[in-house]
C-alpha cells in the first residue's frame, strides 16, 4: 500500500476559528508524536521498530501516526519482504519538506524549552535537507 504523491489538501473554510494555512498543516501533522515520528523518517529509521524506539512513543500511537500520515500523503509504506510480510515507511517529497519545521522546532527547543546545563541539550542534529534539494 502506498500513500498518494501529493499530501492531502484542508479546505480552509472547513477550519474552525480563525482558519489559515498554519491550521491547515497542523491538521496533518498537529497530533501528538507525528513530527517526531517524522524527525525518525528523517534522520534515516524505516523500520517500524525503529521509529518506535526513536520516538519513545507507546506503539498504537506509533502505528496509529504512521497510518495518519499515510493518508495524509506524507509518509509511502512499502513492503521490502513477502514472507513473513515486512515494510518499510518513506518520506515523500511533502514529507521530506517538513526537514525545516523539525529542525526549526529542535533549535526553539534548545534555545527555550531545554535547560542550558541539560547534558543532553547539545546532543542532537540537523535533519534538514542537503545537497542539491535543499532550498537555501
Do not use: I, K, N
Not at 499530501?7 to 489559515?20: K, M, N, S, T
Not at 523500520?47 to 499515510?70: H, K, N, Y
Amino acid at each position: 500500500m502506498s500513500a498518494p504523491s501529493t499530501p492531502r489538501q484542508v479546505p480552509l473554510a472547513d477550519l474552525p476559528g480563525r482558519p489559515c494555512p498554519a491550521a491547515a498543516a497542523l491538521e496533518l501533522v498537529g497530533e501528538r508524536w507525528s513530527l517526531l515520528v517524522v524527525r525518525e523518517l528523517l534522520l534515516g529509521s524505516r523500520r517500524f521498530t525503529d521509529v518506535l524506539r526513536g520516538t519513545g512513543a507507546p506503539r498504537d500511537r506509533v502505528t496509529a501516526r504512521l497510518r495518519s500520515l499515510e493518508q495524509a500523503g506524507l509518509v509511502l509504506r512499502r513492503r521490502y519482504q513477502e514472507s513473513p510480510p515486512r515494510e518499510e515507511y518513506l518520506l515523500t517529497e511533502a514529507g521530506l519538506r517538513l526537514a525545516p519545521v523539525v529542525d526549526a522546532l529542535t533549535t526553539w527547543g534548545r534555545t527555550y524549552a531545554v535547560a542550558p546545563d541539560d547534558p543532553l541539550r547539545d546532543g542532537y542534529r540537523r535533519v534538514g535537507l542537503s545537497g542539491p534539494d535543499a532550498d537555501g
